[in-house]
């Protein structure tokens, strides 16, 4: 009998739901916006509606499990914390909306409706890595390091077979590596973390660092800052803007200066560039890769290899969160 | 029947040996000048008499394993890959020494005279690591750091229980992660690495630094530089000498900052501090706890304990060297 997995992407803006197979193959799709259920229980009632419409496309198959990917959720409690982008509220015994859900029971939830099934949850750029394991280019790897710039910098990373979760289930922050301590102010509180340099905002900001030091004209500078992104930039960059292209020089040669610190610490066969940044290509990679290999200690040159994410950029959230119950199956998440 | 193991420390000075229960109680122990025997195969004869010597007073007992630490080693390879502080050299037929070994076949020397027991290599830091988890502190964690302050400074990174080994078995190299890129030159051929600031040299550098920038007199401008030792400095200290104060303020403050990175990465149940340095006691601890809780992020923070290795200071060679022994029974190293 076909063997299936559930993924659901929870994000802010949309849920995606999805059938796929242990190949990587998509059976059935489904997809909501997240922000149309502000009652928690509402929203689940709604999401366990879609999982049974996508099993009903695929009667003779075996659901193998479900799995989560979401923002800052914690795998060893099955919470969903703390969410920055999604707000959640549980319904008085009057139907009036309560305060805020701090803590999210989703997996405890989804268990009550499925409680034979493995339902397993991690954060999306660990699930991103897992996909990469079991569908994309990571395929027989044993140490591998997932990289996703998005409007921050996630990190998933594979040592000796298995997902780095750490004693609290949060590894892997490496977005919140203290790049240059003192610097730039993030979001965490902190100042100089790692994706206020490199990320879609991050890259941004570099580019007004630029601006401010450098007197040559760019058109960028008739934009205002709140609107400029990324794609703006590498387009003014591969246009010949100087300052645009030197704004990707630095972005490159900081992740690359981080990396080589990442390889010092597990000297993995592979690091992945995944979301929305690698679109940039050659403009983030060269600086990326010669930096990378610079700041390297001798023995590790030449020999990591830094490749782009083989996961089909659409679809890698769904495929992530679908591998998480496959990686189960191998390696189940200890209960702590 | 009692089993024991049989733990090899080979150092630039001494090689020494000891066989060990699986409690870490030492049953027997023997050395010897490694540099008396600069021919290779004798030093492996010599190497193997005493392991002989040794298990003769043991007779009832049965051997589960060696297991030998040793710098510049490689898990997978077995060999030991240009020492430095060790030179050996092969024979010519007519009884000439020839040019020095740069890759030492340890392991594949020994397994020729013990073929039926597992034989197994890794750096010291790595085998105190283990040695850490199977006899002291981190005994029943899943995931901790150990790092070795000597005269660099080393680490073993275990994970999911495992020891991190990395792609090619040079996982771990923490005393080489860019603190300071640009900074301090390290022996390595870069610039800034951290053990160049935190280890018993690097508390040095740090001393003539303070000793630059401040006017205020020290007993230790009357010592030569290169005479100077970490010991000297935790006396002076204590003694109440603000400069040696500053320059211990100054290493725990970068040993914490880089520890809070560390955490980001796998987040340790613990990190234990182990090596000379360690001796100073409060005078390091305090600066790096303080540092290391202010540098991480609000998730991470009241949650990781520094602690002191578990193991004895002058026994931790061997005892971690024989630990990989019991951890290769449990995790078989992969052949790659």
């Given amino acids: 009998m076909k063997r299936l997995a559930t993924g659901i992407d929870i994000g802010g803006t949309n849920t995606v739901i999805g059938l796929i197979d242990e190949t990587g193959t998509i059976a059935g799709q489904r997809s909501f916006k997240t922000r149309d259920y502000p009652v928690f229980e509402e929203y689940a009632q709604r999401l366990v509606g879609e999982i049974e419409t996508l099993r009903s496309l695929a009667p003779d198959a075996e659901i193998a499990g479900i799995g989560i990917g979401a923002p800052n959720s914690n795998p060893f ?3 969903i914390e703390d969410p920055v982008n999604i707000r959640w509220y549980e319904r008085n015994a009057d139907g009036s909306q309560r305060a805020p859900l701090r803590h999210i029971p989703i997996v405890s939830h989804l268990k009550q409706y499925y409680p034979t099934l493995p339902v397993v949850i991690d954060n999306d750029a660990n699930a991103a890595a897992v996909g990469e394991m079991i ?3 990571a395929r027989g790897m044993q140490d591998f390091i997932e990289i996703t710039l998005g409007t921050g910098l996630g990190a998933g990373v594979v040592v000796n077979g298995q997902l780095v979760r750490g004693h609290g289930g949060m590894a892997g922050e490496l977005g919140h590596v203290l790049l240059r301590p003192g610097g730039r102010v ?4 902190r100042r100089g973390c790692l994706e206020t340099y490199v990320s879609a905002t991050g890259i941004v900001r570099t580019l007004l660092e630029v601006m401010a030091e450098d007197l040559r004209p760019t058109p ?3 934009t205002p800052a709140d609107r400029i992104d990324s794609r703006m930039i590498a387009e003014a960059a591969r246009a010949g803007d100087p300052l645009a292209q030197e704004t990707f020089e630095r972005t ?6 981080a990396l080589a610190n990442f390889v010092a610490f597990t000297q993995p066969e592979a690091i992945f560039l995944f979301g929305g940044l690698t679109a940039a290509g050659h403009l983030l990679w060269a600086p990326v890769q010669r930096s990378m290999e610079s700041h390297m200690m001798r023995n590790y040159q030449g020999q990591v290899k830094l490749l782009p994410s083989g996961l089909p950029q659409s679809e890698a959230a769904i495929l992530g969160a679908s591998a998480l119950v496959w990686q189960e199956l191998h390696h189940p998440t200890p209960q702590r």
């Fill in 77 to 79: 409690t099955g919470f």
């Fill in 252 to 257: 490159g040669n900081l992740l690359g200066e």
């Fill in 220 to 222: 960028l500078r008739s």
């Fill in 186 to 189: 993030c979001g965490c509180g």
């Fill in 135 to 137: 569908y994309g280019g």
